[in-house]
């Protein structure tokens, strides 16, 4: 199913100077077969980092507890994570309000390495994303199918990851979205442009996207999983379903044993193609998150049906 | 009418990273390579390279690596392939290639990293190195995303090969300055002496730098390889422009000149990620480097 991101693509269309997506998209595919942690101080960023992840999340609550506390969910404070920033060398994302392109300024004038804007905080905008391309720092955004995915592209992300269900430490969600977008992609296989843009239309998103698309037969930036990876087993799975890496949000420091859990899912994905490594390291990982099962819970609690 | 075929076997190191985008290109570097230097291999005397093939493959085990000829360290988190080398069992195996056996090895950004003898600026608490150059690198040189860029490099080691004459002139120099991208990007700070026997004892004793464990080479070719003079490649160019909001210039930065490409005998690194163009000219540059070290050491 995973089929190689060329060289160059998506650079083409988007590069322009002053924004320079090939060094945005550039960071994505560096961060690619590895894991990025949710961390909520520099302890954990530091214990997320010996464990190998690639990058990390600096974020107030993770979003298990956002659920559980309620409330609106804004941007954390900039000194916490200026902190998490001075702690390690890996680098260091931070999610804004959909919509909220002050909170993207205040993350770039700090100098995270990417910004997450991120349906798991409380959306700031009824209908609109942020502008993205404009902004020096790259993004990257949420999707639940093609069409959301190559939205979010036009407007300047340069990074997809799968919205899946935040916070529930069920993965059913994330399965669900990165289906969807292989099923899309692969509708998208034999058509000519005609029928191309008669797609583009359908999906909501700009054409030349969609064009691209189909030529790679796969989304034009790097792709990773998101929303409810809990194991090793999740994070292969997401895996071999053709994401490019993944995020571990609420899953490793909501665990038993964070630091243990947080290598064996690094090792997962690096290996995720060799049972017996996975087998070996979903060993004694002691208990997962306790978890929330999506199909259960009320529409109103589900958090990827924001973003537009 | 066959003569007997050679197979080349060139690894990348898929731990993590930017892995695909050099499979990527070694396989387009070898096409350009096939039709641009047949004649010649042909007419070299030996009859059976007009049969050269080039196999290119992911290395995650040692296994994997144990087939080949050659490896590219890619670009990625060099903490993270660090760490996961030396969980997967790959982290000795990776010191022998490069030290002991001294086979054609080539990183990228983080790669150049991993096989450098001294670096800086790492994870508290340090990080494994590979080592095999003699020199001594500072990680996230230019600071953070922000401050990433893209710079057009003028590399006149492009020019003696068939890479000079692809893919858009047939002049023998190269048509055009290599694009190159550099992200979060280390600089080989210092260039080191070698130590025949031993690790750089002098780097080892400054403040916040990690160095890499001694390895013996096994045989004559390998101990040359090994103490060859470190040759600086390529340097920073004034112009390149970075992100930061008025795109300052190198020199504005005072960054100029700053080493960007090193090379020691087969080891070959650079700070900058030519895995990210459409642009196989270095790659097949250094295929020729790895088929002229592998003639060499037989």
């Known amino acids: 199913m995973a089929t190689e991101l060329p060289t160059t693509n998506g650079h083409e269309t988007q590069d322009g100077e002053g924004n320079n997506f090939a060094v945005k998209a550039g960071l994505a595919r560096m961060l690619k077969g590895g894991v990025i942690m949710d961390v909520v101080n520099a302890e954990q960023a530091k214990i997320a980092e010996e464990a190998g992840a690639a990058a990390v999340m600096a974020l107030e609550r993770v979003p298990a507890d956002i659920r559980v506390q309620g409330g609106v969910a804004r941007m954390s404070d900039p000194r916490m994570i200026k902190e998490i920033m001075e702690a390690v060398t890996i680098p260091v994302m931070a999610k804004a309000r959909i919509g909220h392109f002050v909170e993207c300024q205040i993350l770039e004038s700090i100098g995270v390495d990417y910004i997450d804007e991120s349906e798991v905080l409380t959306p700031a905008d009824h209908a609109h994303h942020v502008e993205k391309h404009p902004f020096r720092v790259p993004f990257v955004c949420g999707c639940r199918n093609l069409g959301e995915a190559l939205r979010r592209i036009g407007e300047g992300a340069a990074m997809i990851r799968t919205k899946g269900e935040a916070g529930t430490g069920d993965v059913v969600e994330a399965v669900r979205h990165m289906r969807q977008v292989n099923e899309d992609v692969a509708g998208l296989a034999g058509l000519d442009d005609a029928a191309l843009r008669v797609r583009a239309k359908e999906l909501g998103a700009p054409f030349e996207l969609v064009k691209r698309t189909a030529e790679l037969k796969r989304l034009p930036v790097v792709n990773f999983a998101a929303g409810g990876v809990a194991t090793p087993a999740d994070a292969a799975l997401m895996m071999q379903l053709g994401c490019d890496g993944v995020f571990v949000g609420s899953g490793i420091f909501k665990s038993g044993d964070p630091a243990k859990r947080a290598r064996a899912i690094v090792q997962a994905v690096t290996h995720y193609k060799d049972p017996k490594v996975l087998a070996e390291v979903s060993m004694g990982l002691g208990e997962a998150m306790v978890g929330i099962n999506v199909e259960k819970m009320p529409e109103a609690q589900r958090l990827a049906v924001r973003g537009w | ?298």
């Not at chain 2, 990527?24 to 004649?39: F, M, N, V, Y």
């Not at chain 2, 025949?196 to 390998?222: F, N, W, Y």
């Not at chain 2, 003079?229 to 992100?243: K, Q």
């Open chain 2, 1 to 298: 009418m066959t003569s007997p075929s050679r197979t080349l076997t060139v690894g990348v190191l898929a731990l993590q990273g930017a892995f695909s985008e050099h499979v990527q290109l070694l396989r387009q570097a070898a096409q350009i390579l096939g039709e641009s230097t047949k004649p010649d291999i042909n007419g070299s005397g030996n009859g059976n390279e007009g049969a050269l093939n080039w196999r290119f493959g992911e290395v995650r085990t040692p296994a994997e690596l144990a087939v080949c000829d050659a490896l590219i360290l890619p670009g990625g988190e060099s903490t993270t392939m660090a760490l996961v080398a030396a969980r997967s069992g790959l982290l000795e195996p990776l010191r022998e290639f490069v030290k002991v056996y001294r086979k054609p090895v080539w990183g990228t950004c983080a790669g150049l990293i991993l096989l450098s003898e001294s670096a800086n600026r790492t994870k508290k608490g340090g990080q494994d190195l590979i080592g095999g150059l003699d020199v001594r690198v500072e990680r996230n040189h230019f600071g953070r995303q922000c401050e990433s860029f893209t710079a057009d490099l003028d590399l006149p080691f492009l020019s003696a090969t068939a890479a000079g004459v692809t893919p858009t002139s047939n002049s023998g120099k190269p048509a055009k300055p290599f694009r190159s991208v550099f992200i979060r990007a280390p600089i080989v700070e210092k260039i080191l002496p070698h130590h025949t026997d031993g690790i750089q004892k002098e780097e080892a004793e400054r403040d916040d730098t990690i160095v890499a464990p001694s390895k013996l080479p096994r045989d004559e070719t390998a101990r040359k390889a090994v103490s060859a003079n470190v040759e600086v490649l390529a340097r920073l160019p004034a112009g390149a422009v970075t992100l930061t909001p008025k795109g300052k210039t190198a020199r504005e930065m005072g960054e100029e000149g700053a080493i960007i490409a090193v090379r020691q005998g087969n080891v070959f690194g650079t700070s900058f990620h030519p895995e990210l163009t459409g642009d196989a000219r270095i790659h097949v540059w250094w295929l020729e480097q790895v088929l002229d070290a592998v003639r060499k050491a037989e």
